[in-house]
């Protein structure tokens, strides 16, 4: 089945800093998606992408949808310790069949 | 907090045993989503349902099936338990269940086979 390549697996900053992560796959996707998962809870939407080359900003976050649909990355900027979580990238492929492939996770630590 | 709710929050459970995880979405969402998160093969899509009817099946094993109820909530049964499907299961909702809704995650049942 399709699978996404996420990078890097964790992440050890200081606060203040900024952070990139990304997914790959060997699959198009039609739609990428960035969560944040924190401890105990479920995984929360960040950012959607819909259209190849879109660059979406929310808050401190920016994502990008790459232009060949087979990969997505994800910016933080200036890194705060409420970041700390893992993040997952996840790719829809179409058609009627919503079924959401999701990346391994990155797991984030920002030291304060 | 997401509006979605799930019970119970844990539960430990032997090998060959059957389980029930009970998912209540949003108010007025018509969709719900189960997945399974383990270690090893992180998040995984199991299958959705939309206002009672099976809409789209993922990774999900035939030991395990799923049912929405005509007042929405949604039940996920796992029978034959086996070491392997300790893991982290979530339920989602969303309003209509198309691709472009956000998805609204519960907080999990964390289910350990013994």
């Known amino acids: 089945g399709q699978q996404l390549n996420q990078s890097p697996q964790s992440m050890f900053i200081q606060e203040g800093e900024d952070v990139s992560m990304n997914c790959t796959s060997s699959s198009i996707f039609n739609t990428w998606l960035w969560y944040k998962q924190d401890p105990g809870e479920g995984p929360v939407l960040l950012i959607a992408l819909y259209k190849a080359g879109e660059l979406t900003s929310n808050g401190r976050l920016t994502a990008q949808f790459g232009i060949t649909r087979k990969d997505s990355f994800l910016n933080i900027s200036a890194s705060i310790p409420s970041d700390v979580g893992i993040y997952f990238c996840?790719?829809?492929?179409?058609?009627?069949?919503?079924?959401?492939?999701f990346g391994k996770g990155t797991l984030l630590t920002v030291n304060p | 907090d997401s509006g979605v709710t799930q019970t119970p929050k844990h539960l430990i459970t032997a090998t060959g045993q059957r389980v029930t995880l009970r998912c209540s979405p949003r108010?007025?969402?018509?969709?719900v989503y189960w997945y399974q998160q383990s270690l090893d093969q992180g998040l995984q899509f199991l299958i959705q349902y939309y206002n009672g009817e099976e809409r789209a099946k993922g990774n999900i094993l035939e030991r395990f099936s799923a049912q929405q109820f005509p007042d929405l909530h949604s039940e996920l049964n796992l029978s034959s338990l086996e070491l392997g499907d300790s893991a982290l299961y979530f339920c989602?909702?969303?309003?209509?269940?198309?691709?472009?809704?956000?998805?609204?995650f519960g907080p999990g049942t964390r289910l350990l086979v013994l």
């Open positions: 989602a909702s969303s309003s209509k269940g198309s691709a472009r809704e956000t998805q609204y």
């Open positions: 108010s007025g969402d018509l969709s």
């Open positions: 996840a790719g829809l492929s179409g058609g009627s069949n919503y079924k959401l492939t």
